[in-house]
Structure formats: C-alpha cells, structure tokens
C-alpha cells in the first residue's frame, strides 16, 4: 500500500486546511491522521474504518472533521479553528492487513 498525503501549509490561527490522502489497493479497512509536533512523539488525530465509524483526539474534536471516499480509497481531514498547538507533521495511516504510513505533510499555524 503507498499513501500519498496532500494540502498542509502555512495558515494563521483560526484558520482552516483540508488534508487529503490516497491509498493504493484495496481491501483499506482504517485509515487516519497521527501527528507529530517537534520534541513530541507521535499522536493519534483522526481513523475512520470503512463502515464510517470515527475516532478523534480530545484535542481536535469538535474542530476536526475526519471523512473517507471508499470508491477512491482516499480520506479527507477537515481542519477549522486551526491552532498553534496544532503545528505538526502530519501523517496519513492505512490499515490492510497490517498498518502503513504516508509520508508527512507540514501543517503550520502561526499566531
């Protein structure tokens, strides 16, 4: 399975980003978003399974919107009310049999 993740950048707090990230394959069963701030290890942001099911950071929820087009294999994170603890790497993460990592997009959100 390759991932290949999109739509990081520069935004300014309060702002909103849309991250994108295609999988090659089949049979996808989770995907999701984990993150990692500089000098913090890596966290949990988002999954979604197949059947729609979601999971959110405490941190993120209620701002974050995580989506899935199962036709495509690809999912969508809907960032809004972006902050500046929200700067990151952020990683796109597959489940097919066993789990697979994206390259990492950078998200920054300045003050």
């Known amino acids: 399975v390759q991932l290949q993740a999109s739509g990081g950048g520069l935004v300014q707090a309060g702002g909103s980003l849309r991250l994108s990230c295609a999988a090659s394959g089949n049979t996808i069963s989770i995907m999701g978003w984990y993150r990692q701030a500089p000098g913090k290890q890596r966290e949990l942001v988002a999954t979604i399974t197949s059947g729609g099911s979601t999971e959110y950071a405490d941190s993120v929820k209620g701002r974050f919107t995580i989506s899935r087009d199962n036709a495509k294999n690809t999912v969508f994170l809907r960032m809004n009310s972006l902050k500046p603890d929200d700067t990151a790497v952020y990683y796109c993460?597959?489940?097919?049999?066993?789990?697979?990592w994206g390259q990492g997009t950078e998200v920054t959100v300045s003050s």
């Open positions: 993460y597959a489940v097919r049999f066993v789990g697979y």
